[in-house]
């Protein structure tokens, strides 16, 4: 496994630049009526700067109907390294459902589901037997959408056309906006080089020292590398490091915008054994 940073070098067809704090998480154009569309259609070809590469970012998910994707996070702590695999598939508006295993384990029952058609939520752990329905959680009301348009752009939330659970890996792929604005574009952010993943082009962008971040200490030696997808937006890799020391590392393996998923894909069954939590 190659755990090696970037090497910084810009593309002839990119501007290296360090972006102003990028506030525009919440900010993407309210239709007058309809689905909502990408501010940005695609990326210039030339000159493409961190606040407009943020931009178009924001709207990833708005650019494909159906999604299937692949994801393969290693962390590094004081106990080793661990790697954690998660399968999502995805379909507006509403359906998604996000399978994690632990590859480590190698046992049948190895597997957690969250699960959602838009309206209600299930979740699955194998391993504990347990399990849980609830209806979606109604959105914070007034801070997105035409509501929100007196109030500053770090007040504003991006609300997701189809959602995936809170706070994880595939959300922050997938939904960049709230990760880029909190925690990336806190840090001095530039446009690194433009590569391919999967056979995609991409764009490589860093972070050093953003103020927030999920390490637990401030340091002036933390970075953050993202490479994104130049067609979609989606963020296909993502880099973690301390002192020049990758300590998180999180890939896409298989990446499929638009891919034709089986009536099936979404079908799930709390298993009659479970153990209801709520």
């Keep these: 496994m ?6 910084g070098s810009a593309s002839g067809t990119l501007r290296s630049m360090t972006a102003h704090a ?3 998480a919440g900010s993407l154009p309210v239709p007058v009526s309809g689905r909502p569309r990408p501010e940005l259609v695609a990326l210039p070809v030339e000159d493409i700067d961190v606040a ?3 931009t178009f970012m924001r709207d990833a998910e708005l650019r494909f109907e159906t999604l299937r994707m692949r994801l393969v996070e290693t962390t590094v702590t004081a106990r080793g390294r661990h790697t954690v695999n998660t399968d999502v598939v995805l379909r507006h508006v509403g ?4 399978t994690t295993s632990d590859p480590h384990r190698k046992t049948a029952g190895n597997y957690e589901i969250w699960t959602s058609d838009g309206e209600v939520v299930r979740t699955y752990s194998a391993t504990r037997r347990l399990a849980t329905e609830r209806p979606v959680r109604e959105a914070v009301r007034g801070v997105e959408g035409r509501e ?9 939330i991006y609300r997701p056309l189809t959602a995936l659970p809170m ?3 595939p959300d922050t792929f997938v939904h960049p906006a ?3 604005q909190n925690v990336v574009a806190t840090g001095d952010c530039r446009i690194a080089g433009a590569g391919t993943h999967l056979g995609r082009e991409t764009i490589v962008v860093t972070s050093d020292h953003p103020r927030t971040s999920e390490v637990h200490f401030e340091r002036p030696d933390v970075r953050i590398e993202l ?7 989606v963020i296909v890799r993502l880099l973690e490091s301390v002192g020049g020391e990758i300590t998180r590392r999180a890939e896409v393996t298989d990446f499929g915008p638009d891919a034709p998923l089986p009536p099936s894909a979404f079908d799930f069954r709390i298993p009659p054994d479970a153990r209801m939590l709520y």
């Excluded at 190659?2 to 090497?7: A, E, K, M, P, Y």
């Excluded at 929100?148 to 504003?156: E, H, T």
């Design 95 to 98: 359906q998604a459902k996000v």
């Design 2 to 7: 190659d755990w090696r940073l970037g090497d």
């Design 167 to 169: 706070e994880t890996l």
């Design 22 to 24: 990028w506030d525009r």
């Design 148 to 156: 929100a348009r007196d109030l500053p752009g770090r007040s504003r």
């Design 178 to 180: 709230g990760y880029l």
């Design 52 to 54: 407009t590469l943020f």
């Design 227 to 233: 490479t994104v997808d130049r067609d979609s937006g």
